[in-house]
C-alpha cells in the first residue's frame, strides 16, 4: 500500500465526521432562516335558514253519496227458438202531423225552429229493426227522436229526446230514420229544412 493511499484511509472517518457535522449546522440554519408557513383554516360564514314549521289543518273529508245502480243488461237466452213469432209494430203514419208535438224536455238538445206550413211527410213506412237481445228480454216502448229533414228530404242530423238505453232499441230507431225519404216540409209553397220530433214505437206482438 503507497503512502498516499494510507494518508485517505486514515482520513475518511474524519472526512465523513466534519461532513455529517456540516449537514445538520446546514438543516439547522436553514429552519431558523426560512419562514415559517403556518396553515390557517378560513371558515365562511353563511346567512342561517330558518326554517318555519306551519301547522296544516287536517283536510276535511266530504262523504259522497254512492253511485246510482247502473241498469240491467238484459242477458241473451238460449232459446234459438224464442224470436220466431215475435214482431214489431209499423210506426203509424196516418197521424204524422201530429209527431212533431211532443216538445223536447228542458234538459234535451236545443235546436233552432224553423217555421214552416206543411211538416215533412215519410215516403216509405219507418221499419226499425228489433234488437234481439231486447225481444228476448220482452223489452217494449217508444223511442223519441228529433231529426233534422233537410230541403231534400234527407235526415241529416238527430239526437235522441226520450229513449230506451242498454237496450239497442236506440240505435234500432235512429238507424230506421236515417234510412227513411221524407217529402220535404214547406213553407209558402217553399221546400224548407226543419226539425221534428218522431216517436218510433216497439212493441212485441206473440
Known sequence: MSLEQLSLKLRFPFIIRVTGLLSIILSISLFFVLPRFTGETVQEHYDQIIIEQIDIPQTQQIERPPPPARPSIPIESEDE????????????????EAWDAPPPPPSGPQVKF?????PPVPLTPIKPKYPEIAQEAGIEGTVFIQAFIDKKGRVIE????????????DEAAIEAIRKTRFRPAKQRERAVGVWISIPVNFKLKG
Open 81 to 96: 227458438d224464442l224470436a220466431d213469432d215475435l214482431t214489431i209494430e209499423e210506426t203509424d203514419l196516418s197521424d204524422f
Open 114 to 118: 224553423i217555421p214552416y206550413d206543411d
Open 158 to 169: 238527430t239526437t235522441i229526446i226520450k229513449g230506451i238505453p242498454n237496450t239497442g232499441l
